[in-house]
């Protein structure tokens, strides 16, 4: 799995759009979203193989987030990348 969307230690305002490029050689059955231990999003549609969410900061504190893709396939393997980014607005 790949991160795609946003740049890394880039600096998010309001709304943002999380994109990873994932695969397997089972069928993909979803990606998750964390920011930390709490779950951003989930999205079982990955037209090509890319897959989004969109993410509000809004509320958010500002500052660094570690945020974690989890692909899990069909046949229960779990893959995870990391990306850290800052809230700013």
């Known amino acids: 799995m790949t991160w795609v969307?946003?740049?890394?230690?880039?600096?998010?305002?309001?709304?943002?759009?999380?994109?990873?490029?994932?695969g397997s050689t089972a069928a993909v059955e979803k990606v998750q979203f964390f920011d930390g231990?709490?779950?951003?999003g989930t999205t079982e549609n990955g037209p090509g193989g890319v897959y989004s969410v969109p993410?509000?900061?809004?509320?958010?504190?500002?500052?660094?987030?570690?945020?974690?893709?989890?692909?899990?396939?069909?046949?229960?393997r779990t893959a995870t990348a990391p990306r850290q980014l800052r809230v700013c607005g």
């Open 37 to 40: 231990t709490r779950l951003i």
């Open 5 to 22: 969307e946003p740049e890394a230690n880039s600096c998010l305002l309001k709304h943002d759009r999380l994109l990873v490029v994932a």
């Open 55 to 76: 993410w509000s900061t809004v509320g958010l504190a500002k500052g660094k987030h570690h945020l974690t893709a989890t692909v899990t396939d069909r046949s229960g």
